[in-house]
């Protein structure tokens, strides 16, 4: 066993604990409690915190940075996409996931999300010392389109199989979302009984399309030759491609969900599931920024008894690939979100998305030790979630399932 000590420790099942110590056997948390009463102590981190490790609940690991195209305002989001597609016609993004999947862990992660469109990503996070759902995207209005995409997703599930029964990497499907996925393909994806992700109710461009066929984005796929004249949508609000018939049977992450009506919330509450299946929103506060979007409605979601987790979404759109650049960013943009919940959203709510909160999300004795040790300031807060939040000190220590696999006693 080794117990690590440090000045604040975040289980977030609970307060924060100071001088606080975690004890850890084989991998997984067997004490979390005060210091003094916790026996010896074998490393004793500092004047830092430990807390879960963060969890990435949205991201495309495949795509590199692309730089705004005006330096001093929010960007058009079709024309943004268009650049996206332009840029991933120039590579598969298989490299760049190697890279990327290191800077999440640098940056804290132990689980993500990853969209991929053709599961590009998934070597270098299953060689990964981290926990990850690789998603492969399924798209195409035209039939034809989507006959490739689905054909060779269920192609690429086959060589991804895995019988572990707590496996660090599981693949996933990505409808990808509703102005540019057929109906039919959401159907296919939710009775895979796969972890499901796919992009809804992101931009104004989407409403607008569902509800006339019409509009910037109708524009787009003209020109990207995507468009089919027989498209119909599922339904005409963003709500309908996760509710609809068998789309209710499967576990979904919903990127965004921007411009979701208040009026659609319940259907993403917990209770709304017919068998405990498991929708979250995933929103991703810097690239929602990036595209001066309406205010996203997280609070009124979470109030409403929506799970609401956090992505950072690609680099492409956001300038790095850490949670807690994502929290601490909330919390300066939002100074009425309390650290507790910016940092539950942080970590157990990605867990509970990615039904894996019974193994890591919260420092709880039984749980794997995935953990962050982050910096703390020289300075005392009544509130010790502000050591963390109004801070820019780095994350300093990476472990997973009891080692450490990023900072100086990795
Ligand atoms: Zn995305």
Avoid at 15 to 27: F, R
Avoid at 184 to 201: D, M, N, V
Avoid at 335 to 344: F, I, K, N, Q, S
């Amino acid at each position: 066993m080794i117990t690590l000590a440090a000045r604040y420790v975040f289980p977030v099942e609970g307060p924060p604990i100071l001088d606080g110590a975690v004890s850890i056997a084989e991998g997984r948390i067997v004490r979390v409690g005060p210091a003094a009463t916790g026996g010896a102590i074998d490393l004793d981190l500092g004047n830092a915190a430990i807390t879960p490790g963060f969890v990435n609940a949205h991201t495309h690991l495949d795509l590199d940075p692309l730089e705004p195209a005006n330096a001093d305002g929010p960007e058009n989001e079709v024309e943004w996409l268009r650049r996206v597609v332009m840029s991933r016609r120039s590579g598969t993004g298989a490299e760049s996931a190697w890279t990327n999947v290191a800077a999440g862990i640098e940056a804290g992660t132990t689980l993500l999300a990853d969209t991929t469109s053709n599961g590009q990503s998934w070597e270098a996070v299953a060689a990964s010392p981290i926990r990850g759902v690789v998603f492969h995207e399924l798209i195409g209005l035209k039939r034809l389109r989507g006959m490739e995409t689905s054909g060779a997703a269920f192609e690429w599930l086959a060589t991804v199989k895995n019988d572990d029964p707590d496996p660090k990497t599981r693949p996933g499907l990505s409808p990808h979302a509703p102005y540019s996925t057929a109906g039919w393909l959401y159907q296919r994806a939710a009775i895979s009984k796969l972890p499901l992700s796919t992009h809804l109710a992101e931009m104004p461009e989407e409403l607008e399309l569902l509800e006339s066929r019409t509009g910037p984005l109708r524009r787009f796929l003209d020109d990207l030759g995507a468009w089919d004249d027989d498209w119909e949508p599922i339904g005409a609000r963003p709500a309908d491609y996760i509710r609809r018939g068998d789309l209710r049977q499967a576990d979904w992450i919903v990127a965004h969900g921007n411009y979701l009506d208040p009026s659609e919330f319940w259907q993403f509450r917990p209770e709304a599931a017919p068998q405990g299946q498991r929708v979250a929103i995933a929103y991703c506060p810097r690239t929602h920024a990036r595209f001066g979007h309406a205010p996203h409605p997280y609070r009124a979601m979470l109030e409403r008894g929506i799970v609401v987790c956090l992505g950072t979404d690609s680099l492409a759109s956001s300038p790095s690939l850490s949670i807690l650049d994502e929290i601490r960013y909330l919390h300066r943009i939002d100074g009425t979100a309390r650290g507790e919940l910016l940092l539950t959203m942080a970590t157990l709510f990605g867990a509970w998305a990615l039904r894996s909160d019974h193994i890591t999300g919260s420092l709880k004795a039984g749980k794997s030790a995935d953990l962050a040790v982050v910096s703390l300031p020289d300075r005392d807060e009544s509130d010790p979630h502000e050591l963390l939040l109004s801070s820019d000190l780095p994350v300093v220590g990476t472990m997973f399932r009891g080692e450490f696999v990023h900072g100086k006693w990795a």
